[in-house]
């Protein structure tokens, strides 16, 4: 009888960096020159990847392949237990020639979580074919419940070496950054402080269903937990004063302080961010949350603290002090579903900063006009705000420092635009200091909100396509001075939905916006989790050939 074997103890708790496995199921009976071309194309598909898809703070995640080819039963046990020994999270197959499904694909998959991230990508060739092995294989998988995306894609016939076209290999990173997501949250964690804000039970953390649907377990700290490391002073004052002095390089006289308090004050909001950043790396926080009000700092009956703008627009962002980073969703007021929404959209997107903002006045194209002949601004009929109209997206935190300038803008240009101005001291007594900005027009992205239903147990995302519009300057002025002056603001333009629908089918008053975000990516991200795709837009097809993925069949089983 073997030992059993201790495997020690280890200080590290080090995430786990998903693993893209991908392998290739072929015809035993052909000729051995094609299982020599089938090699290369899984080769080749594990190279495509390995180059499109990106994890949060620019790295790639680790692609493995195996060379074994699956034939049949035997082959499709030595495949497996390779991906397996590999710690693939993530599974992709590419055939090329028609072969027998059970014996191969899945018993190959009989080794794997029925609930793994499946995908099988082809070419269209009649001469093998693999497509109709992709066919009937997809179609055996879906029919038994799983879910599995097809990508019928283009490479050449013939050749030992064909390389897939740019659509095709499109669709597959698209996809696979969607699993990549999908298995990089399960099992990770969010920190959230405090209880649902003000009771706003749009936000409200429901625990078994956030964990069933997405694997996220979420760490509730009372905010007196970070009141009393205030107190302690725990925290590097080094580090404080280097984040001060960095905020005073790009700031300046735009750091409005009136008194010394304003100042002591503000650098108590800097040492909230660097406590709460240590405790999450400690906890291997994907995410996070500050209730704030109204105990922290709205509250007389208490001692009511700094406010937690400029922490919350920290994590938001892809730099502080100390240089580039990833940015960490972090949610305003502790809601949950914010951080639901954004936490995806950042890892679907790449990494790309996130941006939340309260679901503000919703401007119809009457309304701006009227305003616009008020203050003398001449109305361009061009322009998209005019058209459509435009939401007001503006909230005193969680405005990620990145939307005070365009994708790819160095930091000392996007700085330049942020403003951080003392709050208003009759609603937040703790004082602190707000982040405010108006974001550049042209920014396209998704903007959406994720919801759930106590009726169905499921979550529901609805979302749209949009673009941050601009507006001549004084009547800029005028929209800002119409609703919180000093807080950051982003004018939203949704491609499909109507004003009338943007308003009225809100699922809450907030709402959040992901730069550089596809339609295709975030539906497959949907399909893999079971979230429910909310476009309630009468002016949205369906589907749109080239920008949404085709449905998978399961879906279609009905």
């Known amino acids: 009888m073997a030992p059993a074997k ?76 390779q991906l397996r020994e590999a710690g693939a ?24 979580p029925t609930d793994i991230p499946v995908n099988v990508t082809c070419g269209n060739s009649a001469t093998l074919p693999g497509v109709v092995f992709a066919q009937a294989v997809v179609g055996a998988l879906s029919q038994s419940g799983r879910m599995v995306h097809l990508n019928v894609g283009t490479w050449p016939d013939t050749g030992e070496n064909p390389q897939m076209t740019e659509s095709t290999a499109e669709a597959l990173i698209d996809w696979c ?11 990770r964690r969010v ?41 302690k002073k725990s925290y590097n004052e080094k580090e404080v004063r280097e984040l001060r002095a960095w905020i005073d390089k790009h700031i300046g006289k735009r750091l409005e ?20 950043r240590d405790l999450m790396a400690d906890l291997n926080a994907v995410g996070g949350g500050f209730m704030s009000q109204l105990e922290w700092g709205s509250d007389p009956r208490g001692v009511p603290l700094p406010v937690a703008d400029v922490m919350e627009s920290l994590f938001n962002s892809t730099f502080d002090h100390a240089g580039r980073k990833a940015p960490i969703p972090y949610a305003t007021e502790s809601d949950m579903q914010a951080l639901l929404t954004m936490l995806p959209f950042t890892w679907l997107s790449g990494g790309n900063p996130p941006l939340f903002m309260d ?39 969680s405005a990620s420092l990145n939307w005070a300038g365009k994708p790819g803008d160095k930091v000392e240009d996007i700085m330049k635009n942020v403003s951080m101005p003392i709050v208003d001291l009759d609603y937040f007594m703790g004082g602190g200091n707000s982040v405010t900005f108006v974001s550049p027009g042209g920014i396209e992205g998704i903007a959406g909100r994720m919801a759930y239903s106590a009726v169905t147990g499921n979550f529901t995302l609805f979302w749209d396509e949009a673009v941050t519009t601009e507006m001549p300057h004084k009547l800029s002025e005028a929209v800002r001075s119409a609703s919180a002056y000093n807080w950051p603001h982003t004018w939203i333009v949704p491609k499909y939905a109507s004003m009338t629908e943007y308003k009225h089918y809100a699922p809450a008053n907030h709402l959040h916006m992901t730069w550089g975000l596809k339609p295709a990516r ?29 449905q998978p069949l399961l879906h279609l089983l009905k």
């Open 6 to 81: 201790s495997l020690g103890e280890s200080t590290k708790a080090d995430p786990k960096v998903p693993v893209i496995g991908v392998c290739a199921t072929n015809d035993p009976r052909i000729d051995s020159s094609f299982w020599v071309r089938g090699k290369n194309i899984v080769k080749m598909a594990a190279d495509v990847i390995a180059k499109g898809v990106k994890l949060p703070g620019g790295k790639s995640p680790q692609v493995v392949y195996t060379t074994t080819l699956i034939k049949e039963e035997h082959t499709a046990d030595i495949a497996a237990r």
């Open 89 to 112: 999270d993530v599974i992709v197959c590419v055939p090329d020639s028609w072969c027998f499904p059970q014996p191969t694909l899945m018993s190959f998959l009989a080794h794997f």
């Open 177 to 187: 950054q969607a699993a990549l997501t999908r298995a990089a949250l399960k099992g």
């Open 191 to 231: 920190v959230v402080f405090g209880h649902d804000s003000m009771g706003m039970e749009t936000a409200l953390a429901h625990v078994i269903p956030t964990r069933k649907t997405f694997g996220l377990e979420i760490t509730r700290l009372d905010m007196k937990l970070l009141a009393d490391l205030l107190t």
């Open 257 to 276: 302080m009136k008194k010394k308090i304003d100042s002591d004050r503000f650098n108590q909001s800097l040492a909230m961010y660097l406590i709460v």
């Open 359 to 397: 679901f503000r006045k919703v401007w119809e194209p009457w309304e701006i006009r009227a305003l616009a002949e008020k203050v003398g601004v001449p109305i361009d009929e061009t322009a998209d705000w005019a058209a459509k109209g435009f939401v007001d997206g503006d909230n005193s935190g």
């Open 522 to 550: 975030l539906q497959y991200w949907m399909d893999l989790t079971g979230v429910q795709s909310g476009t309630p837009w009468a002016a949205r097809p369906a589907f749109i050939e080239g920008v949404d993925r085709p």
